[in-house]
């Protein structure tokens, strides 16, 4: 059964791990990588990821991805979105807080912010607007 806007819109702002798919290119099959977001409902989702690796890359020159997540208790639901990429800023360190402090427990957030600023180099969060929205719930199936 499809879930209605507002049941769509709030299961995506829950902390589910996104599967990204980005266009990578003629002859290939999208590219498709985990990734964490952040969404609020009613507004723009966002990714962070380094400008130069494959996903920013690939991000840069499709200008639209999708992204879908979902969960299996307690029950069977999914929503996807798609839609173009309607800016792309350089990433804050405020904003990879926030991003990580989303899925890791407090203790975490910090080693996690210092490890990834050294480690992942410049990052930028890409900045979707939903335009399609796939959803449903399966029930207990």
């Given amino acids: 059964m499809p879930l209605s806007v507002e049941e769509r819109e709030q299961f995506l702002a829950e902390p589910h791990i ?3 798919a980005v266009e990578a290119g003629e002859g290939r099959a999208p590219l498709t990588l985990p990734i964490w977001y952040q969404y609020a409902p009613g507004g723009e989702l966002w990714v962070m990821t380094a400008r130069d690796s494959k ?5 840069a020159a499709a200008g639209r ?4 997540v979902d969960r299996l208790e307690p029950t069977v639901r999914y929503v996807s979105v798609e839609g173009p990429v ?6 804050t360190i405020e904003q990879l807080r926030e991003l990580t402090a989303r899925y890791l427990p407090a203790d975490r957030v910090e080693p996690y912010v210092k490890s990834a600023v050294k480690e992942h ?6 900045y979707l607007r939903p335009e399609r929205w796939y959803s449903a719930d399966l029930g207990t199936v």
Avoid: C, I, P, Q
């Fill in 18 to 20: 996104g599967a990204l």
């Fill in 55 to 59: 996903k920013g890359r690939l991000l």
């Fill in 86 to 91: 309607v800016r792309t800023e350089d990433a």
């Fill in 65 to 68: 991805f999708s992204l879908m």
């Fill in 121 to 126: 180099g410049v990052e930028a969060v890409y």
